[in-house]
């Protein structure tokens, strides 16, 4: 089974912490996507990475960056964590057909 | 701007009840519908899928039911049981468009109750 690793599932950092999302899968997926999900918003993509060293901004960019340096590992950067960007966190790698594997996700709470 | 309008927010339901989710897009150029489970704890997971081309697809107990005329899809759950209780994401995307990215729904929370 295609296995998506989120590096930690709960994380509590202050407002104006640098905070660092990892996410690595093990299928060797040329895609890969973070997403937040909050209540009522359902999942929003932030950005989306189709290759190594390549990326794309989704839905709501603001405020977070990414990389990708090797191909299985998708980081997800919160520059400066406000208290908006308290939300779960959810990684996920595959194609639109196949199917996205989703990893458990990392609550991240900004206080 | 939500490009897949889903309803309704919550559904609680008796065992063996039919659960029925809706979903509606704008984009006609759409053309790959997938439904998504999530359990708690859990990151959603593929459960079934349609195409445009056929008005409705059935996988064991969950069936997708698809009308293109008027842009709308629904999940139904026959015979639900308590194990189905779960998040459920409709979604969207289109060939060639933004390298497979899926659009999802804002989600509905299912309670099948004992």
């Known amino acids: 089974d295609v296995k998506v690793t989120q590096s930690s599932r709960y994380l509590v950092k202050r407002t104006g912490e640098k905070v660092f999302l990892e996410c690595v899968q093990d299928m060797d997926h040329e895609n890969m996507f973070w997403y937040r999900q909050d209540p009522g918003l359902g999942l929003r993509l932030i950005y989306f990475s189709y290759d190594v060293k390549m990326k794309e901004k989704g839905d709501i960019p603001e405020g977070y960056s990414v990389s990708r340096e090797k191909k299985e590992r998708f980081s997800l950067i919160l520059e400066s964590a406000s208290t908006n960007q308290t939300s779960m966190y959810l990684c996920?790698?595959?194609?639109?057909?196949?199917?996205?594997?989703f990893g458990s996700g990392t609550r991240l709470t900004v206080v | 701007q939500q490009q897949v309008k889903q309803s309704p927010q919550s559904l609680i339901v008796q065992k063996g009840g039919i659960p029925i989710i809706n979903c509606a897009y704008e984009n006609t150029a759409f053309d790959y519908f997938p439904w998504y489970q999530q359990f708690p704890g859990k990151g959603p997971a593929l459960l079934i899928a349609?195409?445009?081309?056929?008005s409705e697809k059935k996988e064991g107990r969950f069936t997708i039911s698809f009308n293109k005329s008027a842009k709308q899809f629904s999940l139904h759950i026959m015979d639900s049981q308590p194990g189905d209780s779960a998040t459920y994401f409709c979604a969207a995307s289109r060939y060639g468009g933004a390298t497979n990215k899926l659009i999802f729904g804002t989600g509905t929370l299912l309670a099948v109750q004992p």
């Open positions: 996920a790698s595959g194609q639109r057909v196949r199917g996205y594997t």
């Open positions: 349609i195409r445009p081309d056929v």
